[in-house]
């Protein structure tokens, strides 16, 4: 078995354990949320349904109208359309699953990541047009 691959945006890092997106599946990743990190904007996924579950830490987490501090062993669901997003405003860092399906797969954080980690601050243009690839759309 291969190790799992570990994608850093920023502070943010992503261990991707199941790329469902050669086969249009399921696809499961851990992600660390350090205290205060710069996270993605709210935004909705046009094609996926997405997951939460908090191993450790508390993540602050929205769906729609909806904010709610997940503690571990909380799960909390974002259906397909709905905006959503993340923030960890605590000490301690978060670390969570993400089950998304269909998967938007490893690749699209490797596209983020390689506009994050470039420059400070990021062009944000070039994030929002990577977002739109893989079917994310930003929050009005």
């Known amino acids: 078995m291969t190790q799992p691959e ?25 992600l660390t949320v350090p ?8 935004h909705s996924h046009i094609h996926n349904e997405e997951c939460i579950y908090v191993l450790e ?32 405003p605590y000490e301690e860092k978060a670390r969570v699953l993400i089950m998304l399906t269909p998967d938007i ?8 990541a390689s506009i994050v980690n470039a420059a400070e601050p990021p062009d944000i243009t070039q994030i929002l047009a990577v ?3 893989y079917g994310l759309v930003p929050a009005s």
């Not at 570990?6 to 851990?30: N, P, Q, T």
């Not at 205290?35 to 709210?42: D, F, I, R, T, Y």
């Not at 571990?72 to 974002?78: E, F, Y």
């Not at 797969?105 to 983020?112: A, I, P, S």
């Open 57 to 88: 830490g508390i993540l602050r987490y929205s769906v729609d109208d909806v904010t709610r501090d997940l503690h571990p062993g909380d799960v909390m669901c974002t259906p397909k359309g709905s905006a959503h997003g993340f923030s960890n």
């Open 6 to 30: 570990l994608v850093k945006i920023g502070k943010l890092e992503i261990k991707y354990l199941i790329d469902g997106s050669v086969h249009k599946g399921m696809g499961l990743f851990e």
């Open 131 to 133: 977002m739109a690839r």
């Open 105 to 112: 797969g490893v690749q699209y954080f490797r596209d983020v």
């Open 35 to 42: 205290s205060g990190s710069n996270v993605p904007p709210p």
